[in-house]
């Protein structure tokens, strides 16, 4: 790397290469630097905002040195790169995590603490990077930390919204959407204003013919916008290497704005320009498994794809290799179907752009490649319409029907005749009006496909998908289980947990090799841990119930069963049974003498998570939620007995605080629907259980921690099929009569207006149940007896409990990252020297 510098300056470059601070007194140092220079503020008047911004800034410097001489030592490494294409990375605070993977945490809390500041308050002034919607978003997060502990070589491409999901505020029982202003001070992005593209839209294309005769397109005319790269570094934990996330912010491509139509009074149109570019990066979508079609959700994919490809383009023609060695130094993974026209757009720059010949282009493409499927329900698979690609990218729209066409060609050559299947598998839909399949159209453009869970992945080869299995083979299809980084998920949120852990393992070996928990298994009767095991899961509730007495005003008791189900918000996910769940407990209780009622077991519902604005579904079950606990939580009879809160604005910092403190979490979405989940990683291995269906990756959890440690119910997918023939088409359809009791309290009116309600209920009852709630109601309330009961037995409970956590080694997103990259990407990691990590270190 220094060589890189030439030899007349090297001398001088190196006697002032920057350090970074060393120990605590230089952190102190650089903290107090930030506060009186680059804050301009006084020491005088410095609150924890101050104090945050200014340790942000200190690790911030030492972030950038080791993420300046990663992206040099990959760069003359030459190895294979991989870039992780996703429109959502919900990363949440950075500070603590990267002091913690860079090893300064406790350097920073006595740093600070000599400055007069407790760590956790500085902590708690950091901003959510909120850029994605749920599990995809944060899958995506929890890759980047594994690409980067592991040592890839690794990009992530997104976009810098503006606005990130919206705030949720609850008000009056209801959900009210109010805008993310993250961006206010981020220390943690670098604009790069020389990182720019022109991104070009609508417009036309003409052919010519090249001096060989050969036909040449031109996509002329339309708009243009700027994209301007904005770097995030990422920190693996325990190594220097830090790696890259670029995030694309959409500006006007002709300067700020119009100073001729400015000069000459039109004030309003010179600017209309600069804020209809920036507009494409001005908001995240806030749908969660819902697919809408916008025109603009499409700029934005495009906006983002072609940036990020046009990046990678440039950055391997660098290398001044030949075309067909692209694959071995790029591969691309596709985060769902929302970069699928990246597959396009490649093939456009190799066949237009650089004058490669289809097949060749094709052949570069499709071993790029990878696509994740993540989810089969079919109101979030992507379809654009045809009128509208054609508007905007009318060169793109001849390129998919040409793949299309190929494609058909040879699925003719294949199955001859067979008209039914060529229709079936098209990537246009010939519907009214055509439809463009990205799903398909991932498929055909990729070497590789997988699902999230084995389940899931099962499903997608045994139904959206079978004809593509037949088509293509089943070597195409795999399945890599999701997984979570333990660095956020237990030695961040959970960090008394991972000491306790680390003492009785020697050492936090098991954060770089989760599988190192099955040690615990030698402790599971040492009373001592035991006692300590207890003793954190209490300390975390009691710190859960601050935060809901701050957040609610409501009171509750840390010795009662916590229960929790925080995602959001879907009629799949079923958090409609939990609320009428219970409604029923509470009914229950209610019927019993005040001497039945005292042998009860208490516990405290708890609810969490953001409904898409336009789902109105998802809002009524809030609403619900609330109402239920407006009621109940005023209930003398009831006391301490049942307690129900919904959290507002449930995001990653708040996981962090509610994931450790739970006894019990639900996983109770219809079987099939759920591709994995990731929450019910988190929640095991924090040292709760969990309640589920046979559902996404609860299913390998059971294998993996034991049937005896979790509390299954419910009807399972081979069977939804049928059940939901049954109630449509027989008119089979008995509401279990628990539920029944249920539906006739709400509209009885006890929990407010019944018309409030009058959907949720219909919906199970009049139209289809459509999510078996009512077939598996019987089921989850027995269920929850059984939970009830093993709660009683603390000691059982808690053997349960540190047996669980000994096994979920499996869930490591590193063991995740090694099978995408053994098996998909082909990518090996890039070795650390062992003085460049200590150096890194020191
Ligand atoms: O694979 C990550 C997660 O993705 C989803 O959130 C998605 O948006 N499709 C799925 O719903 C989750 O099951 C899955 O864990």
């Known amino acids: 790397v220094e060589a890189s510098i030439p030899e007349p300056q090297r001398e001088a470059w190196l006697k002032h290469q920057v350090s970074g601070f060393k120990d605590k007194d230089g952190f102190e140092r650089e903290v107090v630097r930030h506060v009186e220079t680059t804050l301009a503020r006084s020491l005088f008047n410095c609150d924890e905002s101050a104090a945050y911004a200014a340790c942000a800034l200190a690790l911030r410097d030492r972030l950038i040195l080791e993420w300046n001489r990663t992206q040099q030592r990959q760069t003359f490494a030459d190895s294979k790169r991989v870039y992780y294409l996703s429109l959502e990375f919900l990363m949440g605070r950075a500070l603590d995590n990267a002091m913690l993977n860079v090893g300064q945490k406790d350097l920073a809390k006595a740093g600070l603490a000599e400055l007069g500041f407790r760590i956790e308050d500085v902590i708690q002034q950091e901003h959510d990077a909120a850029l994605g919607n749920g599990g995809l978003g944060r899958l995506a997060a929890c890759f980047l930390d594994s690409l980067a502990s592991l040592n890839f070589p690794a990009w992530g491409y997104g976009l810098r919204y503006r606005y990130g999901i919206f705030k949720q505020e609850i008000i009056d029982g209801y ?142 023609k660098k290398t001044k290799r030949s075309w067909k060695e692209f694959p071995e130094q790029v591969a691309i993974q596709l985060n769902d179907t929302h970069p699928t026209l990246a597959i396009v757009e490649l093939q456009r720059i190799l066949i237009d752009l650089e004058g490669l010949e289809w097949d060749e282009a094709w052949n570069i493409v499709v071993n790029t490649f990878g696509y994740t499927n993540h989810t089969v329900l079919p109101e979030a698979l992507e379809k654009w319409s045809v009128p509208l690609i054609q508007h905007l990218l009318p060169r793109h729209l001849q390129i998919i029907y040409e793949i299309n066409l190929y494609f058909l060609q040879d699925v003719e050559r294949k199955f001859p005749g067979d008209r039914e299947l060529l229709r079936d598998v098209s990537i246009i839909e010939e519907s009214q009006p055509k439809m463009v399949r990205m799903a398909f159209l991932a498929i055909v453009g990729s070497h590789k496909v997988n699902g999230v869970a084995e389940l899931h992945s099962d499903l997608i080869k045994t139904t959206i998908f079978k004809d593509f299995v037949k088509i293509f083979g089943p070597d195409k299809f795999t399945n890599v289980t999701n997984g979570i980084t333990p660095r956020r998920w237990l030695h961040q949120a959970n960090p008394r947990l991972s000491e306790l852990i680390a003492s009785k393992t020697g050492d936090h070996g098991f954060l770089t090799d989760l599988t190192k928990l099955n040690q615990l298994e ?305 990518i090996e990691p890039l070795k650390v020297e062992a003085d460049q990590a200590a150096a890194a270190s020191s």
Not at 180 to 195: C, K, M
Not at 532 to 553: D, Q
Request: aromatic fraction near 12%; include cysteine.
């Open 522 to 826: 030698h402790y599971i009767n040492d009373k001592e841990f035991r006692k300590e095991w207890a003793e954190i899961k209490y300390a975390n509730k009691v710190r859960l119930a601050k935060h809901i007495k701050a957040t609610t005003g409501v009171t509750v008791n840390p010795s009662a069963l916590f229960d929790v189900q925080v995602k959001r918000i879907h009629e799949y996910k079923r958090q409609q049974m939990n609320i009428f769940g219970v409604i029923h407990r509470y009914l229950t209780l209610k019927a019993m003498t005040p001497e039945e009622r005292q042998k009860q077991l208490p516990r405290v519902s708890i609810f969490g998570g953001k409904a898409a604005p336009g789902y109105w579904m998802a809002k009524q079950i809030i609403h619900l939620i609330n109402s239920v606990g407006a009621v109940v939580n005023n209930d003398k009879d009831i006391g301490d007995l049942l307690k129900v809160v919904f959290l507002e604005d449930y995001n990653v910092s708040k996981a962090e605080i509610i994931i450790p403190a739970s006894d019990i979490s639900e996983h109770i979405s219809t079987a099939g629907t759920e591709a994995s989940g990731t929450s019910n990683m988190k929640f095991v291995l924090n040292g709760g259980l969990i309640i589920g269906t046979c559902d996404g990756a609860n299913i390998e959890i059971t294998r993996e921690i034991g049937e005896q440690n979790i509390f299954l119910f419910g009807h399972l997918a081979e069977e939804v099929e049928d059940l939901r023939h049954a109630h449509v088409y027989e008119k089979q359809h008995n509401i279990d009569p628990d539920l029944a009791r249920v539906f006739e309290e709400i509209e009885k009116g006890t929990f407010g207006n019944p018309q409030d309600f009058a959907g949720m209920i219909s919906a199970v009852r009049d139209h289809g149940d459509y999510y078996l709630v009512s077939d598996d109601f019987q089921s989850y309330v027995d269920t929850q007896k059984l939970v009830d009961n093993a709660y009683r037995n603390q000691e059982e409970w808690v053997t349960k409990c540190i047996e669980s956590v000994a096994r979920m080694g499996f869930f490591s997103s590193d063991r995740c990252i090694n099978e995408y990259a053994e098996e998909i990407w082909n």
């Open 175 to 316: 959900q009210v959407e109010v805008p993310d202003y993250w961006l206010d001070f981020n220390p943690w992005e670098f604009p790069r204003h020389d990182v720019t593209v022109d991104i070009q839209f609508y417009g036309n294309v003409r052919k010519s013919t090249d001096e060989f005769g050969k036909t040449v397109c031109h996509w002329e005319g339309g708009e243009m916008v700027k994209a301007v790269a904005y770097d995030v570094p990422i920190p693996g934990y325990g190594t220097p290497t830090t790696n890259n996330l670029r995030l694309w912010s959409s500006k006007a491509a002709s300067g700020e704005f119009d100073f001729q139509k400015f000069n000459s009074g039109d004030y309003e149109s010179s600017v209309a320009e600069q804020q209809r570019a920036e507009t494409i990066s001005a908001v995240l979508y806030p749908n969660d498994n819902l697919d809408r079609g916008k025109e603009l959700r499409l700029k934005q994919q495009y906006f983002w794809v072609a940036a990020s490809l046009y990046d990678i383009v440039r950055r391997f």
